[in-house]
């Protein structure tokens, strides 16, 4: 039986490119370093973000797969019309890390067309995959929007640089408990084919 993919890390940054949040999901929050590979991750698709966005023939927000990392792990990228992007860092290989099961090897499934894109967009070019990847990108950026209609939230945008009196590298990092439960609901429930999250 081979292994479902899930969500390793989802990662929302900043039009300052600064990282809002990172939230990581089994097999790798039991790992120490875990936290500054991804981030690591999350920095390097920047580039990708950029010149993605760049892209004069681009419909939506969508900025489908930036990068494979390897076997295991891809970056999937969506920018938001505020210049928030999110990244989901989708684990081929599955929560339990491995992808061979009595020792001989199954390769993983991999990721449909429609699995983190818009439902209508998924439709368009892909009718005969699920919409499971449009979800977990719908469901995040309904959690975005909640945030930012929450007025206590300042959005990254409206915080400079130097701000006083708040502890250095605290600047613009989501604190709200709902958003980051909204964000641990999504990574934990994301699965291929699933059409709600």
Not at 116 to 126: H, M, N, T, Y
Not at 135 to 158: H, S, W
């Amino acid at each position: 039986m081979a292994s479902t993919p899930c969500i390793a890390c989802i990662g929302v940054i900043g039009k300052h490119d600064n990282p809002l949040h990172i939230a990581l999901f089994p097999p790798h929050v039991s790992n120490p370093s875990a936290h500054l590979n991804f981030s690591l991750l999350l920095n390097s698709s920047l580039d990708i973000f950029e010149a993605r966005a760049q892209d004069k023939n681009r419909v939506d927000q969508d900025l489908g797969c930036l990068q494979h990392v390897d076997e295991r792990l891809s970056i999937y990228g969506w920018e938001t019309g505020t210049g928030a992007r999110f990244a989901i860092i989708v684990d081929l290989w599955g929560k339990e890390g491995k992808f061979h099961e009595t020792g001989k090897e199954t390769p993983p499934k991999s990721l449909k067309l429609g699995d983190l894109k818009p439902s209508f967009i998924a439709r368009q070019e892909c009718p005969l995959t699920g919409i499971s990847r449009t979800q977990a990108f719908k469901a995040l950026q309904t959690a975005y929007i909640r945030l930012l209609q929450n007025p206590f939230y300042i959005p990254d945008g409206q915080i400079p640089m130097a701000t006083a009196g708040v502890p250095e590298g605290t600047a613009g990092k989501i604190t709200s408990r709902q958003f980051i439960k909204g964000v641990e609901r999504i990574g934990n429930a994301w699965r291929p084919g699933l059409n709600t999250v």
